[in-house]
């Protein structure tokens, strides 16, 4: 694929959005952020609701001044927009049961993530526009960002034009919770699915890895527990590396590190051939992600990921995890620096 079409303000047309009832499934760090954004590019209060089970969540919104209908079947009877931001494994039961049963037959659908639309997760009518908005950012910068009068990046993509006009609709919406002031960038609920799982099932997987051997080859030489955890990651250098790196270049950053480390890293990167590297990561991109093997595993754990104790799977990796010697090490540094921390 060549280069991305990327659309700005002038390409969007707020119009499109004028008597629509704009309705924001889940008001967590995206939902309060998207709505917020949205509010104060113009839309009229009283065009926005939130729909949101009885929580906290839901008298967050409240205090911000929105609408609230805990009723889904309502909310999804008025809706001519629906943002759909709840997290992903529990959309399909809550959309499908809930939503997808009242909603008009010409509604528009948004998601931020491509996941259950990409694995046909989701079930719509063929006269309803399903269209990605996803900004790149977590909701709180996605928020920050725009009262600053700043755009931030986004994915924007119709993945199904029932009416014709899914694009205009798409771009309205990016416009008006502010992604297009910085560039929406055209893409696809496949390719924003497959890079999201692919940096979580491949790229950071290894990562973590690689942290963990290189700890324990490193405290097998003699180096402290203290030494290890701040050189490795609790000084906040990877962080500040990876901001440089966004902000000059994912090479070109190394110019700020001294030149023994730019020798170093330069001369060994180049080293490595990476062919057995390469063959792992096609095989987690085509054998457990766009084969469905991941989707279809994670579908049967869901209910799990809901319960308490070990019985609930996520939990009972993180279990596993406490045993790795660099988890035990930084609970017993950071034990006894609590006080400076």
Not at 58 to 87: C, Q, R, W
Not at 176 to 193: L, M
Not at 215 to 224: E, Q
């Amino acid at each position: 694929m060549g280069q991305a079409k990327i659309y700005y303000d002038s390409d969007a047309d707020l119009g499109v959005l004028s008597n629509k009832k704009i309705v924001f499934l889940g008001f967590g760090n995206q939902g309060s952020a998207q709505a917020q954004n949205l509010r104060d590019s113009g839309i009229p209060n009283d065009q926005i609701l939130i729909a949101n089970r009885v929580d906290s969540y839901a008298e967050t919104a409240k205090a911000k001044g929105f609408h609230v209908e805990h009723d889904f079947a309502k909310a999804a009877e008025v809706a001519d927009v629906l943002f759909i931001l709840i997290p992903d494994q529990v959309q399909p039961r809550v959309f499908n049961e809930q939503f997808s049963p009242k909603l008009k037959s010409n509604a528009t659908i948004v998601v931020a993530s491509g996941y259950n639309v990409f694995f046909n997760l989701l079930k719509f009518q063929p006269g309803q526009d399903v269209v990605m908005v996803a900004p790149r950012m977590i909701g709180s910068s996605v928020r920050s960002l725009h009262e600053k009068g700043h755009g931030f990046p986004c994915f924007v993509s119709v993945e199904q034009n029932g009416t014709g006009k899914g694009l205009d609709a798409a771009l309205a919406l990016s416009r008006a919770i502010g992604a297009t002031k910085q560039g929406a960038i055209a893409s696809s609920v496949r390719e924003e699915t497959v890079m999201d799982l692919f940096a979580e099932q491949a790229l950071w997987p290894n990562i973590i890895m690689m942290f963990r051997e290189a700890f324990n080859i490193l405290k097998d030489a003699g180096c402290s527990d203290e030494a290890l955890c701040y050189e490795m990651w609790m000084s906040k250098e990877p962080a500040e590396i990876f901001e440089r790196a966004a902000d000059d270049g994912f090479v070109a950053q190394l110019k700020h590190h001294s030149t023994v480390s730019q020798y170093g890293q330069l001369s060994g990167s180049l080293k490595l051939e990476g062919g057995a590297m390469r063959e792992h990561f096609k095989d987690i991109l085509y054998n457990q992600i766009l084969s469905g093997k991941f989707c279809k595993a994670f579908s049967q754990i869901e209910d799990d990921l809901d319960k308490e104790g070990d019985t609930n799977p996520l939990n009972e990796l993180y279990k596993r995890s406490e045993e790795m010697e660099l988890v035990k090490a930084e609970k017993r540094v950071r034990a006894r620096l609590a006080g400076l921390l």
